[in-house]
């Protein structure tokens, strides 16, 4: 018989990879007697990307914080479909808030923590980008400017998916929506609009910024630990692909998200103190069309319309290629968190619970460093 060795790349999820770990360095997806954050039952749309990046971030800040976790939800989407009134599907404190306040309403409620004398419970807010890039920008750069101990999450699905597929600040060019429609000379979403809001959380210096994809959710749960082991304000950027909104298969929700980063339109990033640690190498690089055509949101561009639009895509995902060196990767996030050796290392780094060790930036408090396991600071 010849042996034939089987690379087990997937080591992270719930297949036979994750075996091949260390129980405790497995994904939290895969433990017994885990508490699922975010129940059965609940309204997303079939192969909704948000419901399953928010259930795993929120599993593993859960884990985190010992069970001791409090959430803040813009309207959005994800408040939509998990808590039509009156039944909810949260399994945690969580609140709703206004579409532009989730970030003050977490501030309010550390605020009110503190004043209880209580140091243990951790926050998170979350909301969509429309409720992060857009209209709840300024109250998040002043979450930001004050250092307020959140992690603030925005789940990214590049639209305002829940009042009808309207073109957000993080619409990507040529994308078509209904208030972006594929008409006229260049149709779709106009180049040189819009903002990548990962740049501007760095641009406040807060402790740590990254983003993450749910096509690797090994990533981002380890992306999520190491937020957590900050205090301070932190923002992680998840991209989230929207079957709906974005006129793909319901089934094809992590293929698109992993075709979003072999492209390099989508770059996995890691910040500490504005200063950029880390990025994720592309591995098996695609071409743009790749990504496109699932999408019926980019129809027109797939169909050759406009043979410019094509072009200038490529020309962001070249730009972003040699900005955050993805094909040579570099830092934390160099290797993908697929193979079994960087599995056990950052494992091994997370149970530490100590975050990079870094000195914070000058005229922030002491307490926004990496906590310790003793609940103190590095």
């Not at 039952?41 to 884990?63: F, I, K, P, S």
């Not at 950029?276 to 980019?298: A, E, H, W």
């Not at 599995?343 to 149970?351: I, L």
């Amino acid at each position: 018989m010849v042996k034939i060795n089987v690379p087990f790349l997937q080591t992270g999820s719930l297949v036979a990879g994750n075996r091949l770990l260390d129980e405790q360095d497995r994904a939290v997806a895969s433990w017994q007697n885990r508490e699922s954050s975010l129940t059965t039952g609940h309204r997303a749309c079939q192969g909704c990307a948000e419901a399953l990046g928010a259930r795993w971030v929120l599993d593993t800040a859960y884990d985190c914080a010992d069970g001791k976790l409090m959430v803040a939800n813009a309207t959005g989407c994800l408040e939509v479909f998990s808590t039509l009134y009156p039944e909810s599907g949260w399994k945690l404190p969580w609140i709703h808030s206004l579409f532009a306040n989730a970030a003050s309403v977490a501030t309010g409620m550390v605020a009110a923590l503190a004043a209880k004398g209580d140091t243990e419970t951790r926050v998170v807010a979350q909301g969509g980008d429309g409720g992060t890039v857009d209209i709840g920008m300024a109250c998040i750069s002043g979450m930001f400017e004050r250092n307020d101990d959140v992690l603030f999450v925005c789940y990214d699905n590049q639209g305002y998916m829940n009042t009808g597929v309207q073109r957000s600040g993080a619409t990507p060019p040529t994308a078509r929506t209904a208030t972006t429609p594929p008409v006229g000379p260049h149709p779709g979403q106009a180049f040189g609009q819009g903002k990548f809001m990962p740049l501007i959380a760095m641009g406040h210096e807060i402790p740590y910024v990254a983003t993450a994809s749910v096509a690797d959710l090994r990533d981002l749960e380890r992306k999520v630990r190491t937020a957590m082991s900050y205090r301070g304000a932190r923002y992680l950027h998840v991209f989230v692909p929207c079957p709906l909104g974005w006129g793909s298969e319901s089934g094809q929700s992590i293929q698109i998200a992993r075709l979003a980063v072999r492209c390099g339109l989508f770059p996995l990033i890691e910040a500490v103190n504005g200063e950029l640690v880390g990025s994720t190498k592309i591995r098996d690089r695609v071409d743009v069309m790749d990504y496109l055509k699932p999408q019926r949101r980019f129809a027109h561009v797939v169909a050759g319309k406009d043979p410019e639009q094509l072009a200038g895509l490529r020309a962001i995902a070249e730009k972003n290629i040699r900005r955050y060196r993805l094909l040579e990767g570099f830092g934390p996030s160099t290797e993908s968190s697929n193979t079994e050796s960087s599995n056990a290392e950052s494992s091994n780094a997370e149970s530490s619970n100590t975050g990079p060790s870094v000195e914070p930036p000058a005229g922030r408090d002491e307490t926004t460093g990496p906590v310790t396991t003793e609940g103190g600071v590095a």
